[in-house]
């Protein structure tokens, strides 16, 4: 074993041998991968191996299509048998809304590259013959869709990656990671330690464990998930042809053929997290847990409706496993906020639709500094400590449940909420606020009228928002309203260096003291990574407003480009509140409360000053995102009120 390598994987699934090929193939080749028994002995073994070029999220869809294409690649490199069925995919309609999203996703992949059309029952009927079209209405059809053999998979990945100049060590244990005072890491295996550069958790279900050898919590939890194997089916023995992969987005299930039967696996209701807290390590390698038959009961029920000569072929097998998800159900990558060289890359829940782009974008990160396109939803950095334990069971449970479900752009799930609450929830709630939910934080979007229910219903057109949100335009643009700005993201920025550093770290000029600018933060490649609002409020102290939803990621960018500096960065997010107030008679409404000259001689556009508004010691900002004259107000709401 080597005792020096750049980086090390952990964990040799499916996602930890395409981060290990990835790397070899954009160009470091001293790298190794580390697993504890045989490749594949998590969740990678028993998948059902089917893969999709389909996301709601239009930069994940074109990596997941960029990772089918990588098949074949390693295919070649390899000489690996991947077990590959290219049958094409179809998704299916069976409700007028349903087919209205297909139609819109379709437009979507036009433009994005992906090679899909629209087909009808008809056609549906004759590339899957066992299929009861009756209530179908159309379906969306992708060519670059199928399955494949996990195993195969993982081996030809692992294979390419030592072409490449990576080792694999298996049967060899992770016990331990010990960071070093310059950055770099031993790895602590049964085996031997290994001192490197980098670390990689691709651990999959023990994602968990290997985080907390770091002190990182990873916000994932595995759930169950059933998929039966039927005997052979005449209809398939004599069809001329494979069957596509379908998935029934209404009946919450996906079919492809395995022989002469087929593989029916379900996204039941009452779905089961397994083992909340932490894996077993005897787990794996080839467990299986006990089918829940009661708990996916009514789900195959709608299956053998679906698919009738399913019902009558008999059952093979019936296969229960677990895999991990984060709360939103998509993949944790990137660098770990406060542990350096340490890199995420777990909770990815379709590891053969998403390994290869998960990997691409990871090491595309590890090696240039920043992956090549948008990649914040898979980003580790979007959750913070609001993420217990506690609030991935429930998200996750909610995510698993809701698989397929319809979603509109409106819509705002219910679980784990309300998580956070911001100062002014309770007068918010009362004046009929219909919430969201931001970074864990409830946040107002738009009021309903007196006497109607604060909810907005969840619809691809003019949601029942619409009227209300004009009214509150029209009192924007004509008089003047009041938003609770407690989301933003706010952090103090102070010390002897801190001019310096705000001047490296930002694009733009710094204002003078008492004025604001807004600051570009740049990519090493010169794309826009945030545009912040940076207020002077002394020679060498700035406030700086962001997105809440951006925290964590802007407070790892922010440490990360520290250097020599001597300067100190404060998130004060959850303890300032905001309110900003908007329109031509928000002065008039401030100058009723605040103490001060507001004139715009005292106090020009893009100006902040310390004020007391009513009783209480705020900061005051003379800006607005309306357009219109407008303010945002600061304050601690503790009950010892802190001057800012
Ligand atoms: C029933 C079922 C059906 C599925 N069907 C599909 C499907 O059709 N399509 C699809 O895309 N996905 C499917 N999945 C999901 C898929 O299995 C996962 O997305 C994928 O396997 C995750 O791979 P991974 O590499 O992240 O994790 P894992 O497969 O869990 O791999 C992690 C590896 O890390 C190793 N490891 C952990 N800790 C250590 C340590 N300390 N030291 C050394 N090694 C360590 C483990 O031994 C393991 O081999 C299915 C899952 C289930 C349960």
């Known amino acids: 074993m080597k005792e020096h390598s750049r980086v090390v994987v952990i964990g040799g699934g499916i996602v930890g041998a395409a981060v290990l090929y990835h790397l070899t193939k954009l160009g470091w080749s001293d790298v190794v991968l580390v697993e504890r028994k045989q490749l594949t002995a998590g969740s990678t073994w028993h998948a059902a191996g089917g893969f999709h070029a389909m996301n709601s999220d239009p930069n994940v869809a074109r990596l997941q299509a960029y990772g089918i294409s990588v098949y074949k690649e390693v295919e070649e490199i ?93 049967n060899t244990k992770v016990e331990d990671l010990v960071h070093k005072s310059d950055g770099s890491w031993t790895v602590v295996t049964d085996k031997g330690n290994i001192h490197c550069e980098h670390v990689v958790n691709a651990a999959g279900l023990w994602a968990r464990e290997v985080g907390r050898m770091a002190g990182v919590h990873v916000p994932i939890v595995p759930m169950e998930h059933h998929y039966l194997i039927t005997g052979d089916i005449d209809e398939i023995t004599e069809f001329d042809g494979e069957l596509p992969l379908i998935l029934d987005l209404d009946g919450e299930m996906y079919l ?8 029916l696996g379900v996204y ?17 390698e080839s467990d299986l847990l006990e089918p ?28 229960n496993g677990p895999f991990t998800f984060a709360p939103d159900g998509n993949p944790l990558i990137g660098p770990v906020r406060g542990v350096q060289n340490y890199w995420s890359c777990c909770g990815v829940m379709a590891g053969f639709s998403q390994g290869s782009g998960v990997a691409l974008a990871l090491s595309q990160w590890m090696i240039d500094g920043e992956p090549e396109g948008d990649v914040f ?27 397929f479900t319809l979603l509109c752009p409106n819509d705002e799930w219910p679980a784990a909420r309300p998580n956070k609450v911001s100062a002014f929830h309770d007068r918010l709630q009362k004046a009929n606020a ?23 219903i969840p ?39 801190a001019v310096a550093y705000m001047d490296y770290l930002f694009a733009g000029r710094l204002p003078e003291i008492g004025r604001i600018r807004m600051g570009p933060l740049l990519l090493p ?12 409020r002394a020679a060498d102290k700035f406030m700086v407003i962001g997105s809440g939803y951006l925290q964590e990621f802007h407070m790892l960018w922010f440490e990360q480009h520290v250097g020599g500096n001597k300067v100190r960065i404060v998130n004060r997010s959850d303890e300032l509140s905001a309110i900003a107030i908007a329109g031509p008679a928000s002065r008039d409404l401030l100058n009723r409360v605040a103490s001060g000259d507001l004139s715009n001689e005292s106090m020009p556009f893009m100006s902040v000053r310390p004020m007391d508004v009513g009783i209480a010691p705020c900061l005051v900002a003379r800006l607005s995102f309306t357009g219109e004259l407008g303010y945002e107000i600061y304050v601690s709401p503790g009950l010892r009120a802190r001057r800012l």
């Not at 492809?256 to 593989?263: A, S």
């Not at 039941?268 to 894996?279: F, G």
């Not at 969201?436 to 907005?456: Q, R, T």
Request: net charge negative; with cysteine.
């Open 78 to 170: 390899s000489g690996q048998d991947l077990g590959m069925h290219l049958t094409g995919g179809i998704s299916i309609a069976a409700t007028s809304e349903r087919w209205e999203a297909l139609r819109y996703e379709h437009a979507r992949q036009k433009v994005i590259g992906i090679d899909s059309h629209l087909v009808g029952p008809g056609e549906i009927k004759s590339l899957c013959p066992i299929m009861d079209t009756e209530d179908v209405i159309g379906g969306l059809y992708i060519g670059n869709e199928g399955h494949l053999d996990p195993n195969g998979a993982t081996q030809a990945l692992a294979k390419s990656a030592r072409k490449g100049g990576a080792e694999i060590y298996l």
């Open 256 to 263: 492809r053929q395995e022989r002469n039967g087929v593989l």
């Open 268 to 284: 039941e209701k009452n779905s089961t997290p397994w083992s909340v807290d932490s894996t077993p390590w005897d787990y794996g």
């Open 292 to 319: 829940r038959m009661d708990n996916i009961e009514s789900a195959l029920m709608q299956g053998f409706e679906r698919f009738p000569s399913v019902a009558e072929a008999g059952i093979r097998r019936v296969v």
């Open 377 to 403: 939803a898979m980003d580790v950095n979007r959750f913070g400590a609001f993420a217990t334990n506690a609030y991935t069971v429930e998200k996750a449970k909610e995510f698993y449940e809701n698989r």
């Open 434 to 456: 219909v919430f969201g939910s931001s970074y864990g934080l409830e946040v107002p979007l738009w009021f309903a009228p007196k006497g109607s229910s604060p909810v907005e």
């Open 459 to 497: 619809s691809f057109r003019r949601s029942n928002a619409h009227d209300p949100v004009g009214e509150e335009c029209r009192a924007v643009r004509e008089s003047v309203g009041i938003l609770d700005g407690s989301s933003f993201a706010k952090y103090e920025i102070f010390g002897p260096d």
């Open 525 to 536: 490649s010169g794309h826009l990574k945030g545009d912040l609002t940076v207020m002077r």
